[in-house]
T-cell receptor, first 112, second 120 residues
Framework: AQSVTQLDSHVSVSEGTPVLLRCNYSSSYSPSLFWYVQHPNKGLQLLLKYTSAATLVKGINGFEAEFKKSETSFHLTKPSAHMSDAAEYFCVVSERGQNFVFGPGTRLSVLP | GAVVSQHPSRVICKSGTSVKIECRSLDFQATTMFWYRQFPKQSLMLMATSNEGSKATYEQGVEKDKFLINHASLTLSTLTVTSAHPEDSSFYIC????????????????FGPGTRLTVL
């Protein structure tokens, strides 16, 4: 069975500084990996998805994530945080297109 | 593309009444839709998987007679909370999986904006 760990429940950065949100997963098969963002009282928006084609995945709003099989990680990064990036971020793993398994989420705060 | 809508966005009802929530995929066909529940400051919990034209598959601990799911077409699934009680108050989110491939991904779930249910 697959599982997801998000190592930080809360990350706080200053506007204009880099963002790093960590995600580690376990899977018996080659997984699909996703990052979603949720703003307060809103649904989830897909930021990016890992396919087997490229280990460095670029998403929307300047986010990207790197799939590292040896480290079973899929960390989310952004070079420069913006105030509008403040939200909850979920790392998700899926095996063979089946049910999603969500991480517990990381709340990102961006300070002015 | 890949837009999922939910209606209503917010509902307040009295204890004992039933509430229906609609989930629609607006620009793609979804053979499979999912219903999640989210408590404040927590992650999403999968309640059930809804397949078009067949019975929904419920996760362990979810009462199928209380949370009725109907997936009558490739673009619509409904969740009915029957005889709602205050403990059913929560944020309900649906998602749809693209079966047609128009969005580029056939195994990605696209999420609706959620429905805030408050039972008095």
């Amino acid at each position: 069975a697959q599982s997801v760990t998000q190592l930080d429940s809360h990350v706080s950065v200053s506007e204009g500084t880099p963002v790093l949100l960590r995600c580690n997963y376990s899977s018996s098969y080659s997984p699909s990996l996703f990052w979603y963002v949720q703003h307060p009282n809103k649904g989830l928006q897909l930021l990016l998805k890992y396919t087997s084609a490229a280990t460095l995945v670029k998403g929307i709003n300047g986010f990207e994530a790197e799939f590292k099989k040896s480290e079973t990680s899929f960390h989310l990064t952004k070079p420069s945080a913006h105030m509008s990036d403040a939200a909850e971020y979920f790392c998700v793993v899926s095996e063979r297109g089946q049910n999603f398994v969500f991480g517990p989420g990381t709340r990102l705060s961006v300070l002015p | 593309g890949a837009v999922v809508s939910q209606h209503p966005s917010r509902v307040i009802c009295k204890s004992g009444t039933s509430v229906k929530i609609e989930c629609r995929s607006l620009d793609f066909q979804a053979t499979t839709m999912f219903w999640y529940r989210q408590f404040p400051k927590q992650s999403l919990m999968l309640m059930a998987t809804s397949n078009e034209g067949s019975k929904a598959t419920y996760e362990q601990g979810v009462e199928k007679d209380k949370f009725l799911i109907n997936h009558a077409s490739l673009t619509l699934s409904t969740l009915t909370v029957t005889s709602a009680h205050p403990e059913d108050s929560s944020f309900y989110i649906c998602s749809a999986r693209d079966a047609s491939g128009r969005t580029g991904y056939t195994d990605t779930q696209y999420f609706g904006p959620g429905t805030r249910l408050t039972v008095l």
